[in-house]
């Protein structure tokens, strides 16, 4: 089945610095990507749509210049945290569709800024 | 837009036992709804899922019915193991696009 690859797995990173997560599929091309935000005990919260080649879709609320996407390939999107705050701590997770409706998830990355 | 409302949000049985968890939508237009159950730390995994020209499906113990008229499904897990307890999600995906709208969220925990 699909399979989507999310790294790193977990990352801790200073206050004002950047860091960037990694979502490849491994044995498919996914038109869309998404990136989603999930606080402890809570629901996944759509942040973004990225599809291959354009510029991404952010949902409102969402600071674009704060969560930078890119979408390079039809196997990889990054999503780079600009200037990371403790607030930003969170779990962030990916999904990527090939076709039809279906979404395959990615593993998640714990973020914690300190 | 999309707006998905989940119940209950903890439940518990005893393994052996059946769960139900329900889901309602409001938009009339949306045409597919899967569930994920999200292990802690883990991102979702899609377990079961159906389509709007679809009224149940079922794979082994889980089985997921659809009543389009009342905008709302649900899932059904018979014969509960332990290993069942986990987060569980339903979600709603509008026509017009491929997004995923997720319900809040159903803690599960099967006691042995």
């Known amino acids: 089945g699909a399979v989507v690859s999310q790294h790193p797995s977990w990352v801790i990173c200073k206050s004002g610095t950047s860091v960037k997560i990694e979502c490849r599929s491994l044995?498919?091309?996914?038109?869309?990507m998404f990136w989603y935000r999930q606080f402890p005990k809570q629901s996944l919260m759509l942040m973004a749509t990225?599809?291959?080649?354009?510029?991404?879709?952010?949902e409102q609320g969402v600071e674009k210049d704060k969560f930078l996407i890119n979408h390079a390939s039809l196997t990889l999107s990054t999503l780079t945290v600009t200037s990371a705050h403790p607030e930003d701590s969170s779990f962030y997770i990916c999904?990527?569709?090939?076709?039809?409706?279906?979404?395959?998830f990615g593993s998640g990355t714990r973020l914690t800024v300190v | 837009g999309e707006n998905v409302e989940q119940h209950p949000s903890t439940l518990s049985v005893q393994e052996g036992d059946s769960a139900v968890i329900k889901c309602t939508y409001s938009?009339?237009?949306?045409?597919?709804f899967p569930w994920y159950k999200q292990e802690l730390g883990k991102g979702p995994q899609l377990i079961i899922d159906?389509?709007?020209?679809?009224g149940e499906k079922k794979d082994q113990r889980i089985a997921v019915t659809l009543n389009k008229t009342a905008k709302h499904f649900s899932l059904h897990i018979t014969e509960t193991q332990p290993e069942d307890s986990a987060v569980y999600f339903c979600a709603a995906t509008p026509r017009s696009s491929y997004k995923l709208i997720f319900g809040s969220g159903t803690r599960l925990l099967v006691r042995p």
């Open positions: 044995d498919f091309q996914a038109t869309t």
């Open positions: 990225s599809n291959e080649g354009s510029k991404a879709t952010y």
């Open positions: 159906i389509r709007s020209n679809v």
């Open positions: 938009d009339s237009a949306s045409n597919y």
């Open positions: 999904s990527a569709r090939a076709g039809g409706t279906g979404s395959t």
